[in-house]
């Protein structure tokens, strides 16, 4: 068990089969450079209880060094005998400065705390890029939003026509999840800037060691209250795994519609060559792969979550080597959402709007009807009778084969003497949607004021 992090007590050393589903640098390797700068920390508050001489430190720290260059190009990487990333690193480092001073290390840690403190880093830095690939893609729909400022879309309940809304009403719906996604992660820091180092393997250390100096050469804000809590809670990596998981989420229903949009039935969309995909079989075929992409990851985001939320279940305190399988679903979300967002962000900044053919179809499926009796209750008409009789002049209309903006007078008439001619000044779909000015309402100058708050919650977030 030659350079392990454990052994003497044992008679030998690990079976081959125990040794194979031990090994974790497969996929915890990816936080070598945060347990470097973790050492770093560690071997600086040794420096300052009195166990490492400045010379030691000095060497200590080079050592590290010389460790983080090698793991950036990687000459360095773990051997299959490496049970984790720490006992690899430890290992190296003693190759490189010598049993005397790198066998100090180790005092006063244990990879309970190393690991719950890496961990947290590692997300602390991919909350950054995800944040700042979210607001591209916020980015990308407010620009179509402005480019579309006043272009109308058919607006759907139970994805039946329902009331004409402006594009940029739609478009902004669905960024407004995206800035509460990065509001989120701004409030999930808050959580996550706690650092467990210095809480040992449960009970915390008897050294002296000051882990507030830990966690501020980490960049966290303070030490963990509790050791047993700081090494074996992982509500902070699970919250970060449902803000993917619902950002994904977020993505898959506009995936959705930009699906739909882009058949030929709908025809609203065009997508960019680059951001479209072909077929090996069918030559004429341009498919929105990148949409089916982020539906379909979403349910692996999904599946990171319950996998982590079912090995948190039932654990006991402290430590437990289940938490080792905190990390692959985490690091997976992750990686699938900076590969998502990117190419998400692209496609919507490049995707054509079909406006004429939006507005063709927009006061089809009489989605003007809550107009007509929105019209008549202003009219003092009680909103029970207005909405029968708008709904008795739908059924009018639509045995006549007709819309409701070509129902002629004595039609009208013949639903409702409240049906005079000046209905008709509500029978258009500009005049329907530029009524709508309440608050959050789709009139063009409420959405453009709505467009100003998202930007402005985006930045500020
Ligand atoms: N690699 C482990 C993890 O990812 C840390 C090692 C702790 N091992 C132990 N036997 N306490 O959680």
Redesign the pocket.
């Known amino acids: 068990n030659d350079g392990a992090l454990w052994g003497a007590r044992f008679a030998g050393g690990p079976s081959p089969e125990l040794a194979e589903l031990s090994r ?1 640098t497969h996929f ?1 390797w990816i936080l070598a450079p945060y347990d470097i700068a973790g050492s770093h920390a560690h071997a600086t508050a040794l420096e300052a209880a009195g166990y490492l001489e400045a010379d030691e430190a000095r060497v200590m720290h080079e050592g590290l060094d010389a460790l983080a260059s090698k793991i950036a190009d990687g000459t360095l990487q773990p051997a299959p005998g490496d049970e ?1 990333v ?1 006992g690899a690193l430890e290992k190296a480092l003693i190759a490189e400065v010598g049993a005397e001073v790198g066998g100090r290390l180790r005092a006063g840690r ?3 705390d190393q ?1 719950a403190t890496l961990v947290r880093m590692y997300l602390i830095d991919h909350a950054r890029v995800i944040a700042r690939d979210l607001l591209r893609v916020i980015d990308a729909l407010v620009a179509q939003s402005e480019a579309h400022a006043e272009a109308i879309l058919p607006g759907r309940t139970h994805l039946q026509h329902a009331q004409p809304v402006l594009l940029a009403h739609h478009l902004q719906a669905h960024a407004w999840p995206l800035v509460r996604e990065l509001e989120r992660l701004v409030d999930w820091r808050r959580r996550a800037g706690v650092s467990p180092y210095g809480g040992g ?1 449960l009970a915390g250390s008897t050294l002296g060691l000051d882990p507030a100096l830990v966690a501020s050469e980490l960049g966290l804000d303070r030490p963990a209250e509790n050791s047993l809590d700081g090494t074996s809670a992982r509500d902070v990596v699970a919250e970060f795994a449902f803000i993917a998981a619902m950002t994904g989420i977020d993505l898959s229903r506009l995936s959705e519609e930009i699906i739909l949009w882009n058949t030929r039935e709908f025809g609203f969309v065009t997508l960019d060559d680059s951001y479209s995909t072909g077929s090996s079989i069918m030559p004429q075929k341009k498919n929105p792969d990148i949409a089916e992409l982020a539906r379909g990851k979403s349910g692996r985001l999904i599946g990171n979550l319950s996998g982590l939320l079912a090995t948190l279940k039932g654990l006991p305190l402290a ?1 437990n ?1 289940d ?2 399988e905190d ?1 692959e679903p985490v690091f997976d979300s992750v990686q699938t959402l900076e590969v998502v967002l990117p190419a998400f962000a692209g496609m919507i900044a490049t995707m054509r709007f079909d406006t004429a053919r939006m507005a063709e179809l927009a006061p089809q499926g009489f989605s003007l009807a809550t107009d007509v009796a929105e019209w008549l209750v202003k009219r003092r008409v009680p909103f029970r009778d207005a909405h029968e009789i708008s709904g008795a002049l739908v059924r009018a209309c639509e045995e006549a084969g007709i819309g409701l903006e070509d129902a002629t007078d004595e039609l009208l008439v013949s639903v409702s003497p409240h049906l005079v001619p000046e209905v008709r000044d509500v029978l258009s779909i500009e005049g329907s949607v530029a009524s709508r000015t309440g608050v959050g309402g789709t009139a063009p100058v409420r959405v453009a004021e709505q467009r100003a708050e998202l930007v402005a919650r985006a930045q500020a977030a």
């Open positions: 974790s915890d984790d720490h244990s990879r309970n690991i393997a430590y080597r938490l080792q990390k």
